[in-house]
Every structure is written in structure tokens, then in C-alpha cells.
T-cell receptor
Framework: SQQGEEDPQALSIQEGENATMNCSYKTSINNLQWYRQNSGRGLVHLILIRSNEREKHSGRLRVTLDTSKKSSSLLITASRAADTASYFCATVRGDSWGKLQFGAGTQVVVTP | DAMVIQNPRYQVTQFGKPVTLSCSQTLNHNVMYWYQQKSSQAPKLLFHYYDKDFNNEADTPDNFQSRRPNTSFCFLDIRSPGLGDAAMYLC????????????FGQGTRLTVV
């Protein structure tokens, strides 16, 4: 069953702007991961944040995790046209035998 | 230097005709996943392996089966494909159950005619 809900479903921005998307989940987790998917392709891992971490950075990406609110956010700074993709959060529940389950995703379009 | 390889990239099968999708990996990861992804939807977990220990999701249709003969290879069998099984099928691997990133193949796009 789907674990995460993402918000917004779609986001359209111009190059140079920041893009923020949110993920909420329902149960306790071991970690939360963000992935990117270009149209018609496989998913690419972006960042993993553990349940005892609150914030992580990787290049132009910043991820936060609030376990009390069961939510996470992904911020892409200074977006580029190449960032156009769908972004998914995925959670691993503490009791789930390590299963990685995805949210509905946010479709991001960055226009030059 | 592809690490998770899915074959074929595109597969067309007839309604009701068994089809097998394959996945191989060069990462020597213990964990393998099969996901089904329909258009504009989230990947849906079908099966999950840790080594040869196998777990299928409660809502994975009986029409779907999976085999993992060794660490490197994993197969998804659809016994009698229906039109509703048309989707992208994604294979992924991970070095550890749920505590490490997953590496995805490029997927197999299945069309049922």
C-alpha cells in the first residue's frame, strides 16, 4: 500500500527559481528517501535521511524530516531545465522487513 | 557500466499469453525489488527478495510470480496478462534491507494487445 502522499502533484517554475515539494507519511519509519524519475526511465536515488536526522544537504538539494509531523520536504535550489522530472519520496517502515514504498510523486517542470 | 539491467526495454505481448521480464545486476546486492508503475502513478511494490527469502505484497495479483535463481538474476512472470497489466515494470537492488539506497534499472514497458 502507498505510504507517502506528495504535495504539490505538479510544479512549474522558471530556471533559477527554487522548487519545494513535500511528502507526508502515515507510520513510523526507519528512513525516508527521495528519488528522481525522468520521463519513461528508471528512478535515480537523490538522498536518504534517517529517522534520527532532521536535515541533509547534497549539492543543490536540501531535505528536511519532521518525524513528529510525519513529513519531509525536498528543496531544489537554483533550478535548471535539466531538473525537469518527477520526484518521489519513499519510506522504509521500521516494521516492514525493509520494504521501500513510494509516494505519488511531484511532477516538476523547469522552463528556461 | 550499467549496474541493473532490464530486458527487454519494451515488450509487447498478447492478452493471456505468458510473458517473462528479466533483471540482472552487477552490484552483488542481496536485496531485489520488482515494482509496477502505471502512467503518472507511484511505483507499486510487487515483490521483494532478501537473498532467496521472498516476500510478495498482499495485494500482488496471483497472476504475477517471481523467481530469483541466483544473486544476479531475477525474473517476473505474468501468467495471463490482461489489459490492466500494461505498465512499466521496474527492477531495483539494494545492498541492505531498507537502510541503503536502491538502484533501479531502466524498466521494461509492457504493452498488452
Amino acid at each position: 500500500s502507498q505510504q507517502g502522499e506528495e504535495d504539490p502533484q505538479a510544479l512549474s517554475i522558471q530556471e533559477g527559481e527554487n522548487a519545494t515539494m513535500n511528502c507526508s507519511y502515515k507510520t513510523s519509519i526507519n528512513n525516508l528517501q527521495w528519488y528522481r524519475q525522468n520521463s519513461g526511465r528508471g528512478l535515480v536515488h537523490l538522498i536518504l535521511i534517517r529517522s534520527n536526522e532532521r536535515e541533509k544537504h547534497s549539492g543543490r538539494l536540501r531535505v528536511t524530516l519532521d518525524t513528529s509531523k510525519k513529513s519531509s520536504s525536498l528543496l531544489i535550489t537554483a533550478s535548471r531545465a535539466a531538473d525537469t522530472a518527477s520526484y518521489f519520496c519513499a519510506t522504509v517502515r521500521g516494521d516492514s522487513w525493509g520494504k521501500l514504498q513510494f509516494g505519488a510523486g511531484t511532477q516538476v517542470v523547469v522552463t528556461p | 557500466d550499467a549496474m541493473v539491467i532490464q530486458n527487454p526495454r519494451y515488450q509487447v505481448t498478447q492478452f493471456g499469453k505468458p510473458v517473462t521480464l528479466s533483471c540482472s545486476q552487477t552490484l552483488n546486492h542481496n536485496v531485489m525489488y520488482w515494482y509496477q508503475q502505471k502512467s503518472s502513478q507511484a511505483p507499486k511494490l510487487l515483490f521483494h527478495y532478501y537473498d532467496k527469502d521472498f516476500n510478495n505484497e498482499a495485494d500482488t495479483p496471483d497472476n504475477f510470480q517471481s523467481r530469483r535463481p541466483n544473486t544476479s538474476f531475477c525474473f517476473l512472470d505474468i501468467r495471463s496478462p490482461g489489459l490492466g497489466d500494461a505498465a512499466m515494470y521496474l527492477c531495483a537492488t539494494s545492498r541492505a534491507q531498507g537502510i541503503a539506497e536502491a538502484f533501479f534499472g531502466q524498466g521494461t514497458r509492457l504493452t498488452v494487445v
